[in-house]
Antibody, heavy 119, light 109 residues
Framework: EVQLVESGGGLVQPGGSLRLSCVAS????????MDWVRQAPGKGLEWVGR??????????DYAASVKGRFSISRDDSRNSLYLQMDSLKTEDTAVYYC??????????WGQGTLVTVSS | EIVLTQSPGTLSLSPGERATLSCRAS???????LMWYQQKPGQAPRLVIF???SRGPGIPDRFSGSGSGTDFTLNIYRLEPEDFAVYYC??????????FGQGTKVEIK
């Protein structure tokens, strides 16, 4: 059974940093690209970014709203995906989901972790 | 950036009826790059349709996707109580990024 479990969310002040983790099980983690998607309270889904696989040089892509502030990485030996968030803004408040990217479709999602940016 | 516009914003239907949801892209998409997701309150999204109108894991055959170019449709035949949710379309833009539509809520009439 495919499982994705996020952690690391919490309350952080504007300008602060936070690192989210996503641990995967039930599939060969090194095979697929992995994405992060967020959802602000009461709003729709917003794509955050993506990391490719080792054969694709672990290349990352980001939404314009987070580029230069957020960084995605992965540790295939630990079946783990990470989202480093710096210079956080109040508008970054959201539930953050990790998702498996299988042939461009996000076919499995974690349960999400809430990040609140507030003073 | 490709913008996806979904319509209607809300669809009020009764169980057993057919739901037709629309997703229009600001630029032509490659056919395999438009997906549909279902989201219920307090839950993560769930993949409904991907690729060449294939269904996601555990999705019943009353869900059907179609379309090409800039116009795509999700049909839900014979709505069941568990189908009432918000549906999002999504396009895969490669290195230029992925975007989602704003969502269509399918509610019980």
């Amino acid at each position: 059974e495919v499982q994705l479990v996020e952690s690391g969310g919490g309350l952080v002040q504007p300008g602060g940093s936070l690192r989210l983790s996503c641990v995967a099980s039930g599939f060969t983690f090194s095979d697929p690209f992995m994405d992060w998607v967020r959802q602000a309270p009461g709003k729709g889904l917003e794509w955050v970014g993506r990391i490719r696989t080792k054969p694709h040089s672990y290349i990352t892509d980001y939404a314009a709203s987070v580029k230069g502030r957020f960084s995605i990485s992965r540790d295939d030996s630990r079946n783990s995906l990470y989202l480093q968030m710096d210079s956080l803004k109040t508008e970054d408040t959201a539930v953050y989901y990790c998702a498996r990217n299988w042939n461009h479709a996000l076919d499995y999602w974690g349960q999400g972790t809430l990040v609140t940016v507030s003073s | 950036e490709i913008v996806l516009t979904q319509s209607p914003g809300t669809l009020s239907l009764s169980p057993g009826e057919r739901a037709t949801l629309s997703c229009r892209a600001s630029q032509s998409l490659a056919g395999s790059y438009l997906m549909w997701y279902q989201q219920k309150p307090g839950q993560a999204p769930r993949l409904v349709i991907f690729g060449d109108s294939s269904r996601g894991p555990g999705i019943p055959d009353r869900f059907s996707g179609s379309g090409s170019g800039t116009d795509f449709t999700l049909n839900i035949y014979r709505l069941e109580p568990e189908d009432f949710a918000v549906y999002y379309c999504q396009q895969y833009g490669g290195s230029t990024g992925t975007t989602f539509g704003q969502g269509t809520k399918v509610e019980i009439k």
